[in-house]
Structure formats: C-alpha cells, structure tokens
C-alpha cells in the first residue's frame, strides 16, 4: 500500500513540473518579443550606423544639360532636386537598381576606373543621390544591367565629357544630411499624399506610418510612387507625427513635426534625422 501510494503522484507532479518550466520560459522570453509595426512588420533595433556595402563594377553615362537641366524632377517624386536638399549631384538608376520607387533617395559612391581616356586623371569619387529612373528602353538600362545615368554635372567631375560612357565602381554608402527630416502634405483632406526628403542614413524609405493627436491612431502609409506616401484617413486639424523605416530597418520618428493647424504644400522639418 505505501509504495501504490508514493507512485501515484508521479504523473501529476510530472504535469505541473511542465506547466511551471512553460510559465518560466514564457516570462524569460516576454522581454525579448519582437513589437510589430501597425502593418504587422517586425521592429528592428536600431543599433549602429548605415554600413557602406562592397564595391561593384556598372557603368556611367549622363543625361541633361550642363547646369543640372532636365534632372531635377522624375520618377521619384521630387519636384526640384535644388530646393529640396538635393542639388545637382543626383542619378537615375537602371531599373534593376530602381525597385519600383525602392532605390529613391539612397546615396551611392561613385568612381571612374579602368579608362585612362575616359575617366579624369586623379579624380575623387563622387556621392550621388537615387531621385530618377533610367528607362528600360535605353540599352544600357535594360535588366540585368546595373547601370548609372548621372546628371551631367555630377559625370563630368569624374570623367570626359567626349567618352560618353564610363565603367565605374560604385557602392551604396549613407546619405549625409543637414536638419532633420522634411514632409510636405499635398491633395486634400480624403486623399493625402506625403513626399519625405532629407532622409539620412540609409536614406531611401521601406515603410511610413502617420499617427495624429486626437482621432487618426497609428496608420501604415502605403507607397505611391518614389518617395511620395499616400493614405486616405483624414488628417486635418491634428497635430501629426511620422515614423519612418529606412531599408536597413532603422527607425526615425518625427514627434508633432506637422502643428494641428498644418497648411497642403507647405514643407515642415522635424529634428531628427537619422
């Protein structure tokens, strides 16, 4: 009888032993959960700086007029790549490098290499801005081609104009700004779209959220096209605050960067950059 009954709770302490080590791996493990995003997104730390990536062979033509004509707008959504931070030291990039609107506002490091009657004789390399595309239907755009169409300014501080086309090594680096991060609201109250500059760090946008002071909760924006971020809640007469997520995952968020009495096409800058 007395050894029947030490047995017999065996199985039920068994059972809560379980039950005890699940509670403690659930507790140990609650600090660590990955918070998400309002679009269900894992949120990254935002530990360290951008990283240069490796160096990588293309090539370079140029497109537009010697002061920068004909450049300063395109399929990213800037209006005018002068007035918004962005000069003249800009590029269109092939569409294998364009991603549907991806690449826009990312900074690349370029030099001429391998030409000695194409490339200027000790030239430094150059950092250019992602704001065009480069059409497929010119053949050194066509994919797979990574291929870079510089404005004729930024080309001719690295080689002749008479060459024409260049080979190149370039890589991706991090964008170098002044200030913080610029929004500027156009359309209307029922259909709003955000163009974002002045991004640093990795500078292009992954994901976009817009969150007000009194009715609009966090809201995931979506892409309209470049750097140009659309949604249809209506966003008037609160003070509004953004949070951008740059491709490395990187996070910067703008606190009531737009006042409650926000005015359609003005540009507000917040202080924080990345």
């Not at 029947?4 to 809560?16: K, Q, T, V």
């Not at 294998?96 to 826009?104: K, N, Q, S």
Request: charge should be positive.
């Amino acid at each position: 009888m007395a050894g029947s009954w030490m047995a017999a709770p065996r199985p039920l302490l068994l059972s809560l032993l379980v039950a005890v080590l699940a509670v403690a791996a659930d507790v140990a493990n609650a600090g660590h959960a990955k918070p998400l995003t309002p679009g269900g997104r894992v949120v990254h730390d935002n530990h360290g700086k951008f990283t240069a990536g490796p160096w990588k062979p293309a090539h370079a033509t140029f497109y537009g007029g010697r002061d920068g004509s004909g450049t300063t707008a395109g399929a990213c959504g800037y209006k005018d790549t002068r007035t918004q931070g962005y000069g003249v030291q800009t590029v269109a990039v092939s569409t294998v490098l364009f991603g549907d609107g991806t690449a826009c506002g990312g900074c690349y490091e370029v030099r001429c290499v391998d030409s000695p009657s194409g490339c200027k004789p000790d030239a430094a390399a150059l950092v250019v801005t992602v704001t065009d595309l480069c059409p497929p239907k010119d053949q050194w755009c066509k994919p797979p081609r990574e291929h870079f169409d510089l404005s004729m300014p930024a080309f001719l501080q690295i080689a002749q104009e008479k060459a024409g086309i260049v080979p190149i090594s370039y890589r991706r680096v991090a964008c170098v700004k002044q200030g913080g991060i610029r929004y500027t609201i156009t359309g209307n109250k029922y259909f709003n779209m955000v163009t974002i500059t002045n991004v640093g760090g990795a500078g292009d946008i992954a994901a976009v959220s817009v969150k007000g002071s009194k009715r609009v909760k966090w809201t995931e924006m979506k892409r309209n096209w470049g750097q140009v971020w659309q949604t249809g809640e209506d966003l008037t007469c609160e003070s509004l605050t953004f949070r951008v997520m740059t491709s490395d995952h990187r996070k910067a968020t703008s606190w009531h960067v737009l006042p409650a009495d926000w005015k359609f096409g003005v540009t507000y800058q917040a202080s924080k950059n990345f």
